[in-house]
């Protein structure tokens, strides 16, 4: 091996050193100045990023789809680079509203921050990793790091439930994506993904069958029904800033990986799986739907919603033959780290305030805090979809693909389903328009989360209202490498 | 002087304009503003006139009103000897009515606005008088329907006049609907409504066989259908029969307004617009359209004089009157007589007019419309009974008086063209006669019966008793009938005179070769063409008629009169047929419950269907599933009925049905992935 | 001059001014909006002497490249039928805000988000992208959302959430309908550019995807007419607004439904629509009777004017699916014209007189009486001449009376539509009776009668409602006296769809 | 002579039974034995396919042990919230834990 | 029947029994401690199949950390494990039949796939080849499963540390 191909890693090591600093770091700090050490994972991220962008210059000297590292276990190109930004903005943005959150609540701050930026770690791995090892493998990381992040708060009962059954399912899983893998390294006889393309041959039904058993890890990484019950529970007892989090960083990367493994490593002609995918499209967006409905905790109904919105992102795999699918998929990851992070954090503020999140003790929000409430208006348009929002762009995106390739069911489905967001996401902002307010005492938001706040809703605004660069930019981002 | 014709709607309508902004500021010299306008008016009319009269080309002035592709809608306006007398007719008639009107109303709170809406009026009768085409015409038309719908509800705080303006208004609307459909079909056929335009072709048309439309049995030529669609309108702005129901109620307007818009001259439009359209319907194959204007007439003329002999409200006798005349008019035009009938409408303005001019007089004196209570008013008021008088044997057609000529013109034609209707018609002027003689009887000889103190009407306005009036029976403080006061009585002198002359112009020889001169001025050209000679006056005829005239006022005299038979054995004889009559033949009756209760009816049920129908489907489809009961608990904040039901309710159901998975415990969730799995392996195998 | 732009944009301008102004100082926040509310109708009038009476086709198009990456631009322009609408737009936007002085709670939100919805409004007019035009569709129903829900009457909730999904789940029917189409270009020159688009008309013919296109596109504009049955939506809306709301919702809003029938179903699928023409006039004509008999059962008022509405609408439907029956009958051209130019007449006399009826009833309900129980009123004559007189005129005006702007409209539908379905129109004209009938009614019960001593001593109109009403009802007689001027514009249009439908 | 058919029967039925004790244990801990079997049941089929498809590079190898360490790891974590949540919720049985649901 | 089927055959009917006993003894303290036998089995399994590193890993990190890591948990959790309180849940049946199902399709997929015969005989084996490996394509990997422990570790201390 030669050393140059480090510089690929350059992101992941920026990361990863940062992740170790703070924890030495964490050892020298004084407990109450530990709020300092945020803002270090704030900063790492930016050159993280930077490097990223750096990278993706890189290839375009180089005229480059991108390069495969470590005998092909590794590939660095545009998509994956693009998936890498998303994920460091996750990580970025949730660190910023965390900066307030983890003092005060726990001690080890340092440590949350520190498996944060763990969990960024294996974010980048995945959606790079071309091989079936590594792939299990930062999968695993990102797990890992999730199921402590969200059992964080010891003394919060909520979140040590969360915690525990977010590791149970999630182990579960892995154990049954394992086995699937062992069972496709079996047929294929090598564990990377492009040899496993070729040599797929004559697996029968068995491709299938393993094929399904690692769609289970993937499932449960992105929420697809019928792997999603853990969302739900885990969402509302995870502390409000890591839910964020693994509403779009696991979820992005999760969708990255899945695209890699089935685009790069399952030939067509051996399983069909956009058809498979195409009714777990359409099975997990309706479920989603249908339960967010019932919900009055804004956390879980936002659970719910991810769930729904997961099973839209899907509709780009079904539709995978039409050339709009793999860029509405990635503008959707974009858009929706914005809208959805902007609710959270929205949630985050109005739980602070009135110490609950049931969406009816929100009531009035928008006299406490217009601005607040305001940027929720446009999280919620954005997630229903109507414009001029990024989330609108990403469905028009997305149902453009469906129709594309034929899929009107789906697309008709899909459209059914928006119908139906609309009526919850607006039963938010009845609750916090139309509904009087308890008191009238103004609201203060801390300026990290004003910051946090503002950079989702710019983001779910201006990209939505002038997408072309995005656009530019996933439209070179889906030339992934052997899809 | 045509060039000037648009200036004689324009001037009523600036009048209104005035009026209806400053007419409160102007109070009681509200009325000279009208009344100048109307005199202005009337000078271009009747010079307009005079100039036809020399002989004056006809003049058409026309200007792009609206666009469709390429096809252009004009409106503009039409001088030629119809319209030319007819206006002069409006002016002169309506500005008499005016000058009455001033003494009539005097002191009502609202005259600017009664002088206001009887110049719109003005304004929108001439304009469809003046019109080029169908579609100016119609919107005159529907203007003066409005004027009449505002003007009968004057007393608008009155409940009955309320509904008898309703009334008027949606009768008439069913006419003029049926006339919209004609004129459409006349813009689809010809791609015009510009009366020359299609004129021209319809008697080009008739030419070539006519294109016919099959309505269920029958195989209608289209030109017919056409023309008697646009006779919906005429039926219903001029009473006919069956849409007459309207004209009677509509006396509950002052009465002025009667005379000038529901005896001279708005109900006359329908005849009038009958005459202009007179093309249409000669054009039709063998004339069937007039054969069916003729005998819609003819049974208005019966019937109508039927109804008017068993009234005793002295304003409802002289509208059945009107729409029997009204009936005479059209049958005059259907048999042909397209001038007679025309010419009964000139006279039949002076001579009703005037006699409802008197009749208001009487009322303003006695305070009562009912001519039981009236009685020996010819000594009290002798310039009004001296008019009356001329009015009544006008209309009754007695010689020398013009209603004599007209009414004659009508028979002769009649009975050279169709004399069934003669026949009948014979015995409506038989009738007319009695019914008059009737009226005069009662109202003006034998002792004075009316009531000592009457009574204040129950619907009494405060402001009306402020201003210390009890309109529209001018109550004075004292009980004795008096003469009106002479604003009042020299319109109605100059009135009964024109009752008295008008006629002469049909005199034969006034004319040129021994014909009358109203035949010769309003003539059908198209009467030439198809070789149709009017026939000239006979005597015979005309004494027959006079005989039939004479016998119904000796009876009328015998029974009312000298009371050799008293009239209230006479309605013991006639027993149900005298209720039948009075009670208007319960035409009325028979609407109200079909159209009035029916439409509400239906109304009611729509609304009811559109409610828990159209609108609660998804309720129904909620209530019948097992769910609704649980939803029921569980509709939170969120929820909302209606269509969002729908979706709320069928998705929530669905959503309450998985719901349960949610258990909140790993394994189970576990265990829905594992099957899950199964399922998905199993399927995708399936499909292998 | 990017006029057009400016008009579009002032509206938004102001929003975000006034979202920087304090909440507190009301007076400013209304001034401010009614500013810029009467600087757009004035850019909106610089149109008109830049407009080419000539020219039948797009005029005045600005465009700017927005997404090129999948053929979507910024792209406006106006033709006859755009202008007058956008006209019509401005000036009620003005005088609604006007009205809406008496409005004092949540002033700023309030006129903000009216300036939003105009904006939205406008831009469904001058879009000449599909994109574009969905846009600004969808950006119509969130401020009337928030103007129901938030200033509405008692059931507010229900209304504005009830007319959000109602329209929603049409717009993205049409969204996908949308895409049909744009799939349907030739891979190598896919836009959503709508006078390209309809060039092409990809989808022509009546196979499986032009129907489901069509339908689609139905729809949404159906439901926003609405046409029967699809109209439920309308009254609970109307009751539930707030006056200002009513007036733009029944005065603007459902006009996009029509415009859209007009701009996109006939132009994009003329032959679906014409195999369709007779089913969709006989609803239109379902919609005539039942929304005139209807509303003779209310005795809301607000209810009562809304299923006016219908009917109305039901008028204009007739028209378009008249036009669209003529597709492919050249001898029908001229009638076809005739009637397309009576449905825009109607949209616009609909949008003057039904506006000045709402208006009406507001002032009645909101400062006066604060009921709209029909039979808790009689003889208000008497005591509001001027008030009356107002409340008449537009009440004739729209039962069609001949002089007033709304028979215009009714007679150019009728003598157009009549000479290409003759039954449905005839039939559709027995409406008018029916009309005529709950509009007499209606005045008798309020206006004429024995005076009702609880409003013995009611004020008539004050300066502002009058200032409000007039200009209506200048409009109405102007127009109903001498059409011509707009008709030629509007005339320009209906030439040229007819002249596509061939 | 056994071939690699006897292996994949064994590791399924190993597999099933761990995902049988998952499914059917209240007690993290014991849920937590469960997937060790499973996941062990996926390393008995690396390294079986390793001996018969891939014996030259043996990826197989390397895979389970890196499942193996995983499993390490995933130990220690499960093991370390399950102490925490018997901490606060005095339980470890899953059917107990229930705050979260619906 | 020779040496190899034996060995299998007994080191199989071991790891079966074992991991029966895993997952339905009543007694959790049993049921850890049957997982020995499983993992012993299994490492034998790899023993026949030619992997002794893994067998030594296996043995090491399973046998010897995590067994020992369960049975410390289960005793420090008594109050839950104890054998007083029930420790199969509701849903066996349906469990079972989902597992079976799972099993047949696995048997009835992977059976018919036509597996080569053997590669040949195993290269003799070199501890060497999985550590060249490990260095070579998977040193990423290697060094990725170091950052997992890390993490892995400072976390769970974090979480299991009593508070004070």
Known sequence: MNWQDLRWLVPELVLTGAAVALLLADLMTAPDRRRQLGWFAVAAAVPAAAACGQLLAELQALRSGGVRIFADTYTVDPFALYVKLVALGAVALVALVSLDYFPGRT??????????????????????????????????????????????????????????????????????????????????????????????????????????????????????????????????????????????????????????????????????????????????????????????????????????????????????????????????????LFMNLGAFFVALVASEATGSDEIPDHAGLSQRAPWVAAAMVVFMLSLTGIPPTAGFFGKFYLFAAAVDAGLLWL???????????????????????????????????????????????????AVGLYPQPVVGFVELARRLLGG | MARLAWLIPLFPLASYAVLIFRGRALGDRAPFVAIGAMALSALVAWGVFVEQVLGAESFVWRAAWAVGGQRVITV????????????????????????????????????????????????????????????????????????????????????????????????????????????????????????????????????????????????????????????????????????????????????????????????????????????????????????????????????????????????????????????????????????????????????????????????????????????????????????????????????PFSGFWSKDEILLEAYHHEPAVYTVLTAAAFLTALYMSRLVAYAFFGPYRGPAHPEPDPWLPEDYARAGLYRPHGYHGSAEPHESPPVMTVPLVVLALLAFGAGFVAVPGT????????????????????????????????????????????????????????????????GPAYGFLRNRMYIDTLYGWVFVRGGLALAAGLWWFDRHVVDGLVNLVGWTTVLTSRLHRLVDTYVVDGLVNLVGWATRGLGLLLQPLQTGRAYNYILVAAAGLAVLVVVSLWRL | ???????????????????????????????????????????????????????????????????????????????????????????????????????????????????????????????????????????????????????????????????????????????????????????????????????????????????????????????????????TWLPDAHVEAPTAGSVILAAILLKLGTYGFVRFSLPLFPEVFHQHALLIAALAVVGVLYGALVAMAQTDLKKLVAYSSVNHMGYVMLAVAAAAHAYGRPELADAAATALNGATMEMLAHGVITGALFLVVGVLYDDRTHTRGVDDFGGLWAVLPKYGAVSITAMFASLGLPGLMGFVAEFLIFVGSFSIIPVFTALAALGVVITAAFFLWTIQRIFLGPTNPRWANLPDLDRREAWVLVPLVVLMVVFGVYPKPLLDVINLTSSQLVAMLR | MIGLAHYLVLSSLLFGLGLFGVLTRRNAVAILMGIELMLNAANVNFVAFTRFVDPTFVRGHIAALVVITLAACEAVVGLALVINAYRHLETVNVDQVDLLKG | MNAEALAFYTLAAMVLAGGGLVVLSRNLVHAAVSLVPTLLGVAGLYVLLHAEFVTAIQILIYVGAITVLILFVILLTEGATGLRVRQRNEQVPLAFVVCGALVLLLWGVLLRVPWGPPAGPMPAYNPGAVGRSFLLPYVLAFEVISLVILASLVGAIVIARREE
């Open chain 1, 411 to 461: 697309a008709a489905l899909a459209v059914a389903n928006s119908v139906v967001s609309l009526y919850y996401y607006v039963g938010v902002l009845r609750a916090l328009y139309l509904m009087p307010p308890p008191e009238r005492t103004p609201l203060s938001v801390s300026p990290a989360l004003r910051v946090g706040l503002g950079v989702a809703l710019v983001g779910t605004v």
């Open chain 2, 76 to 399: 503009g306006y039409t001088v030629d000897h119809l319209s030319a007398i007819t206006v002069a007719m409006i002016t002169l008639v309506g500005g008499l009515i005016f000058v009455y009107s001033v003494g009539y109303m005097g002191g009502d709170p609202y005259t600017p606005r009664f002088f206001a809406f009887l110049s719109l009026f003005c304004a929108g009768m001439l304009t469809m008088v003046l019109a080029n085409s169908f579609l100016l015409m119609l919107i005159g038309w529907e203007v003066i329907g409005l004027c009449s719908y505002l003007l009968i509800g004057f007393y608008f705080r009155r409940r009955s006049a309320n509904m008898a303006q309703m009334k008027a208004f949606l009768t008439t609307r069913v006419g003029d609907t049926l006339m919209l459909i004609g004129i459409m079909a006349l813009f689809w056929q010809f791609g015009t409504v510009d009366y020359h335009a299609v004129f021209e072709a319809v008697q080009r048309g008739a030419k070539e066989a006519a294109a016919v439309v099959r309505l269920g049995p029958w195989e209608v030529p289209l030109v017919t259908l056409t023309a008697l669609l646009v006779f919906g309108g005429p039926i219903g702005k001029s009473g006919q029969f069956p849409l007459h129901v309207w004209l009677p109620d509509a006396m509950e307007g002052p009465t002025p307004v009667s005379a000038l818009i529901h005896a001279a001259t708005m109900v006359a439009a329908g005849v009038y617009l009958v005459g202009r359209a007179y093309p249409l319907f000669f054009y039709t194959p063998h004339h069937e359209a007039l054969t069916v204007v003729a005998w819609v007439g003819t049974v208005t003329a019966l019937l109508a004089a039927l109804m008017a002999v068993a009234q005793d409200d002295i304003k409802r006798i002289l509208a059945y009157s009107t729409i029997s005349q009204l009936g005479f008019m059209m049958a005059g035009l259907g048999v042909l007589g397209y001038t007679a009938g025309l010419f009964h409408l000139l006279t039949h303005a002076f001579f009703k007019a005037l006699l409802f001019l008197a009749a208001g007089s009487v009322i303003h004196a006695v305070h009562t419309n009912n001519i039981k209570e009236m009685g020996g008013l010819w000594r009290p008021m002798p310039v009004t009974f001296g008019t009356f008088l001329a009015g009544f044997l006008a209309l009754a057609g007695v010689f």
């Open chain 3, 1 to 231: 001059m990017p006029i057009l732009t400016i008009t579009l944009f002032l509206p938004l301008l102001g929003a975000l001014v006034l979202l920087f102004l304090p909440r507190e100082d009301a007076d400013r926040i209304r001034r401010v909006s009614l500013g810029f509310a009467l600087a757009t109708f004035v850019a909106s009038l610089l149109i008109l002497p830049r407009f080419e009476l000539g020219r039948r086709e797009m005029q005045r198009i600005e465009q700017a490249a927005w997404i090129p990456a999948v053929g979507i631009q910024y792209k406006v322009g106006v033709d006859g039928l755009s202008l007058v609408l956008v006209l019509l737009t401005t000036l009620l936007t003005v005088l609604s805000v006007l009205y809406s002085f008496r409005e004092g709670h949540r002033v700023k939100e309030y006129n903000l988000l009216f300036l939003l919805l105009e904006t939205g409004m406008l831009g469904v007019f001058f879009a000449l992208d599909f994109f574009l035009f969905y846009v600004f569709w969808e950006l119509t129903l969130v401020p009337m959302y928030f103007l129901i829900g938030i200033w509405g009457g008692p059931r507010r909730e229900y209304a504005a959430i009830k007319f959000f999904l109602y329209t929603l789940v049409g717009s993205l029917a049409m969204l996908l309908g949308i895409l049909l189409l744009y799939f349907h270009l030739p891979p190598g020159q896919r836009t959503f550019d709508v006078p390209e688009i309809v060039r092409q008309r990809p989808l022509s013919g009546t196979g499986l995807l032009a129907q489901l296109a069509f339908w689609g596109f139905f729809l949404s504009f159906a439901i926003k007419v609405p046409m029967w049955p699809f109209h």
């Open chain 2, 511 to 574: 004319g040129p070769e021994g014909g009358s001169w109203i035949h010769h001025f309003l003539k059908f050209k198209g009467f030439e063409a198809a070789g149709i000679q009017a026939p000239s006056f006979s005597w015979p005829l005309a004494l027959r008629s006079l005989g039939v005239v004479l016998a119904g006022m000796a009876v009328a005299w015998v029974v009312y009169g000298l009371e050799w038979v008293r009239s209230d054995q006479v309605r013991a004889w006639a």
């Open chain 1, 107 to 336: 001690p080890h701050v340092g440590e949350a921050f520190a498996l944060l930026l763990f969990a960024g770690v294996g974010l980048l791995l995945m959606a790079s990793a071309s091989d079936l090892i590594l792939l299990l493998l930062s999968i695993e990381f990102v797990s890992l790091s999730s199921y402590l992040l969200a059992g964080f708060l010891k003394r919060d009962p909520k979140s040590n439930e969360a915690g525990v059954k977010y590791f149970l399912y999630g182990a579960a899983t892995t154990g049954v994506m394992a086995y699937g893998f062992s069972l496709l390294y079996g047929l294929a006889g090598s564990t990377s993904l492009y040899d496993v393309a070729t040599r797929l041959g004559r697996a029968g039904g068995a491709a299938y069958l393993a094929v399904g058993m690692a769609l289970a890890g993937f499932g449960f990484k992105v929420s697809m029904v019928p792997f999603h019950q853990w969302t739900p529970d885990v969402y509302e007892g995870a502390p409000t800033p890591i839910t964020a989090f693994l509403s779009v960083g696991p979820k992005a990367a999760g969708f990255a990986a899945l695209v890699r493994t089935l685009s790069v490593g399952i030939p067509l002609e051996q399983v069909q799986w956009p058809l498979l995918l195409a009714g777990l499209s359409a099975l997990t967006m309706t479920v989603g739907n249908l339960l967010a409905l019932l919900q009055r905790n804004l956390k879980r109904m936002l659970a719910y919603s991810s769930i729904a919105h997961a099973g839209y992102v899907l509709m780009a795999l079904a539709a995978w033959k039409s050339a709009w699918a793999l860029p509405g998929l990635l503008y959707y990851l974009l858009a929706y």
